[in-house]
């Protein structure tokens, strides 16, 4: 399911913003993009967002700007030394140059650097503390962007599964006329044979024709689908994460519809077959999009 999420915050001498985003995704993927120093916020991160969510593509980006007023400033000895040791080959390449000035060599990048003063333990850890509390603000918001869709979703799924359940009703209906159309085709098919075969008894007709009644009878797969869509109705009205049950119903779904269509000798239930196989895979794109 695809959300968005933002939260911003601050701590003592820092301020910070988490953004969220959400896609759709078969199982669960998180990736986390932290700054240099916060390294230790992905473990905890990525246990908040298992812990509430079970599917879906899910990135997370922490952006820390620090608040310190740098008052103080230092020398980086090992840069200046490396300038420094340069100077004899730059005199020899360029003679008419002039002596360096010590402003010159300390404007350079680099030679005078601010000083920050390292956090404390306890700092740090309320730090992270907070910044954990602003990520789970961003996930609650995220989740609730979530629901809403889902709610959205619902609607569409109860009309995939009604225009299911009203091809298996159309299904039904023209089933229940396959023996008469098996038994006359059948008749067809021996009275085309009468010139170079004895004609068949009418046991012998009504036997053959049993067989491939009995083969053709699609009176189970239609129970099932039905009571796949019921299970799927069910799974709706429950609570927790539905996904992967829905995906596992849908395949299902066209299992039957697929076995259906094979057993169809009608040219009708073989349409409807195609629709309810249709029908089906309009409703496994948007379980995809379900958590």
């Given at each position: 399911m695809t959300g968005f999420a933002r939260t911003e915050g601050h701590e003592d001498d820092i301020s910070w913003t988490w953004e969220v985003k959400s896609v759709n995704g078969k199982g669960l993927d998180v990736r986390c993009r932290l700054p240099a120093g916060f390294e230790s916020l992905e473990q905890p991160a990525r246990a908040r967002i298992a812990k509430r969510f079970r599917r879906g593509n899910i990135s997370v980006a922490l952006t820390v700007?620090?608040?310190?007023?740098?008052?103080?400033y230092r020398v980086n000895r090992?840069?200046?030394d490396d300038i420094l040791s340069l100077l004899p080959e730059i005199r020899e390449r360029l003679p008419d140059a002039g002596p360096p000035h010590v402003d010159g060599l300390l404007a350079l990048r680099g030679v005078i650097e601010p000083v920050e003063d390292e956090p404390s333990e306890d700092?740090?850890?309320?730090a992270d503390t907070a910044l954990l509390a602003g990520l789970d603000e961003a996930?609650?918001?995220?989740?609730?962007?979530?629901?809403?869709?889902?709610?959205?979703?619902?609607?569409?799924l109860t009309?995939?599964?009604?225009?299911i359940g009203r091809l298996c009703a159309e299904a039904e209906s023209l089933a229940a006329a396959q023996p008469d159309a098996i038994k006359e085709r059948l008749r067809i098919q021996v009275a085309a044979l009468l010139d170079a075969v004895p004609a068949l008894p009418e046991e012998r007709l009504a036997q053959e024709?049993?067989?491939l009644m009995a083969k053709a009878d699609v009176r189970e797969e239609l129970d099932r689908l039905k009571a796949h869509r019921d299970a799927a109705r069910?799974?709706?009205?429950?609570?927790?994460?539905i996904g992967r049950k829905l995906d596992f119903l849908c395949q299902e779904f066209n299992r039957e519809a697929n076995t259906l269509c094979s057993k169809s000798v009608d040219l009708?239930?073989?349409?409807?077959?195609?629709?309810?196989?249709?029908?089906?895979?309009?409703?496994r794109e948007q379980v995809q999009n379900i958590e």
């Open positions: 700007r620090s608040n310190q007023v740098r008052g103080s090992a840069v200046l700092a740090r850890q309320a996930l609650e918001s995220l989740a609730s962007m979530r629901d809403q869709e889902g709610a959205r979703l619902a609607s569409v009309t995939h599964l009604d225009g024709a049993a067989l069910d799974l709706m009205g429950g609570d927790g994460a009708a239930l073989t349409r409807v077959g195609i629709d309810l196989k249709a029908g089906v895979e309009q409703l």
